[in-house]
């Protein structure tokens, strides 16, 4: 079956860190996003990217960093500058009819 | 930014009753989009509304769009236990750099049994 793998699920991260959110699709989608969720809120949207080797920063970007290198994979790396990084993240990607999500992954600071 | 405002921010309904959730926007959008999301999972796209359609029906949802007061609604009838879930809308105005959907605040349905 197509779809999005976001791995891990839960992640823990020690002040200081960088940690990288993975997020595969099978789904031949060109476009993929990733947005952070804080808990009783809506997604806010973090980094996007159209196509391989392009991608533009969403309305939270400042503390995170993303590569396209391929097609299918969009990871997200969360840094140490990011200061307030515990919330929920999902990774979408679309062919234009409505947005496949990822089922999340939780991040930590411990 | 925040683009969309859902309203209310939370219902509570018997199984069986209709929901009717409000979303307003501020912006030109190409189309308003409806997600549902259970507690702590992903989001599942319901239904898509074009700037120029008016209503769509996905079986019991229906979806209503106004671009005169930037405004849509979300009816789903008969509701059932099932449905208890936040619902989201999205309107995605396509900028020069490509498609991105902005997201409302959500609307925490519950359907009691």
């Known amino acids: 079956d197509g779809g999005i793998t976001q791995s891990p699920k839960y992640l823990f991260r020690k002040e200081g860190q960088n940690v990288t959110l993975s997020c595969e699709q099978n789904?031949?989608?060109?476009?993929m996003y990733w947005y952070r969720q804080d808990p009783g809120q809506g997604l806010r949207l973090i980094y996007y990217?159209?196509?391989?080797?392009?991608?533009q920063k969403g309305d939270i970007a400042e503390g995170y960093s993303v590569s396209r290198e391929k097609k299918e994979s969009f990871p997200l790396t969360v840094t140490s500058a990011q200061k307030n990084p515990t919330a929920f993240y999902l990774c979408?990607?679309?062919?234009?009819?409505?947005?496949?999500f990822g089922s999340g992954t939780r991040l930590t600071v411990v | 930014s925040q683009q969309g405002e859902e309203d209310p921010q939370a219902l509570s309904i018997q199984e069986g009753e209709n929901a009717t959730m409000n979303c307003s926007y501020k912006?030109?959008?190409?189309?308003l989009q409806w997600y549902r999301q259970n507690s702590g999972r992903g989001l599942v796209h319901l239904i898509l509304?074009?700037?120029?359609?008016r209503e769509k029906h996905s079986g019991r949802l229906r979806v209503t769009l106004d671009t005169s007061k930037k405004s849509s609604s979300l009816l789903i009838t008969a509701s059932r236990a099932a449905d208890t879930a936040s619902y989201f809308c999205?309107?995605?105005?396509?900028?020069?750099?490509?498609?991105?959907?902005?997201f409302g605040e959500g609307t925490q349905l519950t359907v009691n049994p």
């Open positions: 789904l031949n989608h060109d476009a």
């Open positions: 509304i074009r700037s120029n359609e």
């Open positions: 999205a309107t995605d105005a396509r900028e020069t750099s490509g498609s991105r959907l902005t």
């Open positions: 912006t030109s959008i190409n189309n």
């Open positions: 979408a990607s679309t062919q234009g009819n409505g947005y496949t």
């Open positions: 990217s159209q196509i391989v080797n392009d991608f």
